[in-house]
């Protein structure tokens, strides 16, 4: 939901008045800094990570574009620090450093709206107050599919918005109100990546957040309670997963839960559903791994279904509290699911068990109907989605030298 001015004052913290220190004493700094790399290109996702698309553009150009001088900014603990360093420079997340690489940069590149140094100071700096004019790429996270007014031009004053189908492309285009030329057709970086791997055996189950679980105060608000497993949430997938825990235990089948990365605190919730429940901590694991080995997938409003369709591997949609969902967390977009949909939508998880025993028994083949969708909604099979999104770049970049 929409916050005013005020109320965003409100949530500042001291980690962001620290921030605003070390932005005036970088200010100076990278109006020097900048004379020595005029074209530098800084990419990130947020501080832990290295594992979405701005890595896999910065993988791309370490190994294809050399020539560009591109820094990746990781929080220095991370557990992905080991593999960006081995192809090139890092700089530490939230730093000094960082703050005068930000604003020396040429182009900022980031797969999250808040990949920056402190995404609180920079939104005031940025977009109210308008004062820092940088250059700003977004990458995405994923396939956009419902409305999301932060997403909105007057809420990011982005210079380059990457998007991954026609739908969506038209959708962002005449609804999130950017100029003219600012969103383009790319696709996902990652998508270079997205290889099916599967060997026939892991269920993936893969909800996506709900905004009021992640805040106590809000959750007691909608649901009256405090307590994660008393939530419409934790019930509708607590009793789904023992189900298939008892129709699946004698066989070679394995359930695997992956929440969401705002849902990872209640991983300790699923674990103590069964010990032989494999709970992806997102400390150490990835997503792409779980969609590219898993047989099929039930989700439920997340866009790692788009992903995993891409794969043409058999999907559905558990959506027993799709009311609450949109009232409380997302409005509708362009997506219709019964419509647009790359698998079964299901409203009770009886229809989730009948549907995965049918897809069982087909070894695990997407249905005909969804394939040609799959078909019809990508713009792209191939993998040249790091390259597409490189000239994307390269052309913003040309076109506002010309303009100077």
């Known amino acids: 939901m929409d916050k005013s001015i005020l109320e965003k004052l409100l949530t500042i913290k001291w980690k962001d008045i620290c921030s605003v220190f070390l932005f005036l004493v970088a200010l100076p700094i990278s109006i020097f800094y900048k004379r020595r790399r005029k074209h530098l290109w800084l990419l990130c996702e947020y501080g832990p990570e290295a594992r979405d698309n701005a890595y896999y553009l910065y993988k791309y150009l370490r190994e294809e574009h050399p020539e560009v001088d591109a820094v990746y900014a990781l929080n220095k603990g991370s557990i992905d620090m080991k593999r960006v360093t081995s192809i090139g420079e890092v700089v530490y997340y939230g730093t000094l450093k960082h703050w005068i690489y930000y604003l020396s940069a040429e182009v900022n590149i980031s797969s999250q709206k808040g990949g920056k140094p402190n995404a609180a100071v920079c939104y005031v700096l940025e977009v109210l107050l308008g004062i820092l004019k940088n250059t700003r790429v977004f ?30 492309y038209d959708f962002v285009n005449g609804t999130f109100g950017y100029p003219e030329g600012v969103v ?90 069964s010990d032989e429940l494999q709970i992806v901590n997102l400390e150490n694991g990835d997503v792409i791994d779980v969609l590219k080995e898993a047989a099929c997938l039930i989700s439920d409003y997340s866009s790692v279904a788009i992903d995993f369709a891409y794969l043409k591997k058999p999907l559905a949609y558990y959506q027993a509290d799709y009311e609450q969902f949109r009232k409380n967390h997302l409005p509708e977009g362009y997506f219709d699911y019964e419509r647009d949909g790359f698998g079964k939508v299901c409203y009770r998880k009886e229809d989730v068990l009948d549907w995965l025993e049918g897809r069982r028994q087909q070894n695990f083949s997407q249905e005909e109907m969804y394939q040609k969708r799959v078909e019809n909604f990508f713009t792209f099979h191939d993998y040249h989605y790091c390259e597409r999104n490189y000239l994307a770049i390269q052309k913003m970049l040309h076109d506002r030298q010309k303009r100077i």
């Open 139 to 168: 990458l995405q996270h994923g396939i956009i599919k419902d409305d999301l007014p932060f997403l909105h031009y007057d809420k990011t004053k982005l210079s380059l918005f990457m998007c991954s189908t026609q739908k969506e």
């Open 184 to 273: 383009v057709l790319t696709g996902l970086c990652r998508y270079d990546n997205l290889r099916n791997v599967s060997d026939g055996t892991q269920i993936a189950i893969m909800p996506t957040w709900r905004e009021w679980l992640y805040n106590t105060h809000e959750m007691e608000a909608i649901e009256n309670t405090t307590d994660f497993t008393e939530t419409q949430f934790y019930k509708m997938w607590e009793a789904l997963i023992k189900d298939l825990l008892t129709t699946y235990r004698n066989s070679e089948l394995k359930i695997v839960v992956c929440l969401h990365r705002n849902m990872q605190q209640y991983n300790e919730y699923f674990q103590k559903i």
